[in-house]
């Protein structure tokens, strides 16, 4: 099955900035709504964003809305998230998936399955 790469974290100070990217070979990333998610220590995933087909509507989270920017190169096959003003609250390990529905409830893992995720970690 699809499974995602994705990569681009790191450690970073607080009001740094990272652009994570979300790969997948043998798979049209421009065919479907990618959504980007993170889990916590101890925490469950959340949804933090995610971009729906190729008009570009977007949906951000309320803990990240105007610092994070999703966008998609459907010539790279890649869907980014370019996260600024990064907060110590935002250290997760960040996945991206296949989503659906309107704000991107729901999570199509039998179209493509999670990937190892990428950690970012914000502290001084």
């Known amino acids: 099955q699809v499974q995602f790469v994705e990569s681009g974290g790191g450690l970073v100070q607080p009001e740094g900035s990272l652009r994570l990217s979300c790969a997948a070979s043998?798979?049209?990333?421009?065919?479907?709504?990618i959504g980007w998610f993170r889990q916590a220590p101890g925490k469950e995933r959340e949804r933090v964003s995610c971009?729906?087909?190729?008009?570009?509507?977007?949906y951000y989270a309320d803990s990240v809305k105007d610092r994070f920017t999703i966008s998609r190169d459907n010539a790279k096959n890649t869907v980014y998230l370019q996260m600024n003003g990064l907060k110590p609250e935002d250290t997760a390990v960040y996945y991206c998936?296949?989503?659906?529905?309107?704000?991107?409830?729901?999570?199509?893992?039998?179209?493509?399955?999670w990937g190892q995720g990428t950690l970012v970690t914000v502290s001084s």
């Open positions: 971009i729906r087909d190729n008009a570009g509507r977007t």
């Open positions: 998936a296949v989503v659906q529905g309107p704000n991107c409830p729901i999570i199509r893992t039998d179209l493509a399955s």
């Open positions: 043998g798979f049209t990333l421009g065919s479907y709504d």
